[in-house]
């Protein structure tokens, strides 16, 4: 019979085996030590709690209701560490799956760009979710507005419709990153950097 711990991540309530617990316990510390960003470093680590914890609503909607050690290892060899080094301790079979990961592009979400908007982050959002430049689609979208106004239309359109890239997670999905720790370190400092 193993122990439990009742534990708030990212908001949520989790039950936790005690091995569980102390292995993502001994994760996030390690991880906010490698982090180095000074004043963002709690919004960082908010992202990486939520994420973590939708993480753990995906696995736990299979049936089972409490949070396993081989769930916890598998999610911190997952996400790995901001620095791209291996997140186990022993140098496990995770060495290089963040800065591999980093590389590799998964399926992009459309989202609006906040941190490089001109009036809402539309532009900047379909430039993200197409993979083109910027001021191609800002061009686009002056050259529909001047011939006949539906550039203003379908700008307004998808700027009530689209959602803002708010968190970490979500810029990582609107560029096409896998959402892994080292991923989530690159978003939140492209924000704080223009």
Request: aromatic letters at 8%; one cysteine or more.
């Amino acid at each position: 019979m193993k122990k439990v711990v009742n534990a708030g991540i990212g908001g949520r309530p989790f039950i936790l085996e005690e091995d569980a617990f102390s292995k993502l316990e001994s994760y996030l510390s390690s991880f906010k030590s490698k982090i180095n960003m000074g004043s963002q470093e709690k919004e960082v680590m908010d992202d990486l709690e939520m994420r973590i914890a939708d993480l753990f609503e995906e696995k736990l909607g299979s049936g089972s209701e409490v949070v396993t050690l081989q769930m916890v290892e598998e999610i911190i060899s997952r996400l790995g560490m901001p620095d791209g080094s291996s997140p186990f301790e022993n140098g496990g079979d995770t060495s290089s799956s963040a800065s591999a990961s980093a590389e590799s592009k998964g399926p992009r979400k459309f989202y609006r760009d906040p941190d490089d908007r001109v009036i809402g982050g539309v532009c900047s959002g379909l430039a993200q979710y197409l993979n083109i430049d910027v001021v191609l689609v800002r061009i686009l979208f002056v050259v529909f507005t001047l011939i006949g106004g539906a550039g203003i239309w379908v700008y307004i359109i998808l700027w009530i419709v689209a959602p803002r890239a708010m968190t970490a997670a979500q810029k990582c999905e609107m560029r096409g990153w896998p959402v892994t720790a080292e991923n989530i370190r690159k978003a939140s400092q492209s924000q704080y950097r223009k």
